[in-house]
Nanobody, 125 residues
Framework: QVQLIESGGGLVQAGGSLRLSCAASGRDFVTYSMGWFRQAPGKEREFVATISWNRGRTYYADSVKGRFTISRDNAKNTVDLQMNSLKPEDTAIYSC??????????????????WGQGTQVTVSS
């Protein structure tokens, strides 16, 4: 069992940066692949980025590639999402998710077993 709590959301102007953090409780964090997803009003949840449990391999949605960076600290049981050059279309509720021993490049939300409650990111134009 893993519990996830996100932090770091807020309001930022276009072109600005935010850093989201997801703290995981429970055992064996190192065995969980972690993902970030987002959901804008009236839209379906979409994949943003993932980092694998083994070797920390990363994968990004095309819409955020080159602007967002996902990283993990296994000693602290955290996964972060650094978001730069933010755009108004990045506005959404951002949630982290976990799945044990999940492979790289897994983008389907249904593949993740544990979810945080989400944090709001609003980018003004």
């Amino acid at each position: 069992q893993v519990q996830l709590i996100e932090s770091g959301g807020g309001l930022v102007q276009a072109g600005g940066s935010l850093r989201l953090s997801c703290a995981a409780s429970g055992r064996d964090f190192v065995t969980y692949s972690m993902g970030w997803f987002r959901q804008a009003p009236g839209k379906e949840r979409e994949f943003v980025a993932t980092i694998s449990w083994n070797r920390g391999r990363t994968y990004y949605a095309d819409s955020v590639k080159g602007r967002f960076t996902i990283s993990r600290d296994n000693a602290k049981n955290t996964v972060d999402l650094q978001m730069n050059s933010l755009k108004p279309e990045d506005t959404a509720i951002y949630s982290c998710a976990a799945a044990r021993y999940l492979g790289t490049m897994v983008v389907a939300p249904t593949s993740y077993n544990y979810w945080g409650q989400g944090t709001q990111v609003t980018v003004s134009s």
